[in-house]
């Protein structure tokens, strides 16, 4: 019997996981969901993290060694969330090789307090992007009418 994601493939849909947890990337549950269902990407935002990182104990150890070092709570934020899309990124890169860009990808949000600012929008995406350095990486952008120049500017 077939499996059905890998049946959507055929018919040019991607599948891609609305959902991220380092307990998926380290337990190997991310590679075995693009080796069995053929998963082509994986969005993240600011609630999947959060439901990630107060709903498990995956964080714990990293956050007390950010909080001992005087991290605040967006750069704690940031640094978490940084492990966890580049881990990602990396177990996506063959399915990024494989379609030539087409697919592989993982998401990360840039602060949605900045949707009205253009410009801090447009430097904040640059910002991540070049701390992730991988080109697997989709940066999103909230569409509010200031966020369209920086949706161009970025691409």
């Known amino acids: ?14 599948i891609w996981y609305d959902n991220i947890r380092r307990a998926m990337l ?18 993240s935002n600011p609630t999947i993290f959060e439901k990630a990182i107060t709903g498990s104990t995956d964080y714990d150890e990293q956050m007390r060694q950010l909080v001992q070092s005087g991290k605040g709570v967006m750069d704690i934020y940031e ?5 966890d899309i580049g ?27 900045l ?5 801090e929008t447009i430097d904040e ?11 697997n990486v989709m940066i999103k952008i909230p569409a509010a009418q200031e966020g369209l120049p920086a949706i161009e500017e970025s691409i």
Do not use: C, H, W
């Open 1 to 14: 019997m077939s499996n059905p994601l890998q049946e959507i493939m055929k018919l040019g849909q991607s």
């Open 26 to 43: 380290t337990s190997g549950d991310l590679q075995k969901k693009i080796e069995e269902d053929d998963l082509r990407g994986v969005t």
């Open 79 to 83: 640094d978490l969330v940084i492990e």
């Open 87 to 113: 881990e990602a990124a990396d177990i996506l890169k063959p399915v990024y090789d494989k379609t030539d860009g087409i697919d592989g990808y993982i998401s990360l949000e840039v602060n949605p307090g």
């Open 115 to 119: 949707a009205y600012k253009t410009q």
């Open 125 to 135: 995406a640059d910002r991540l992007f070049a701390r992730l350095g991988r080109k």
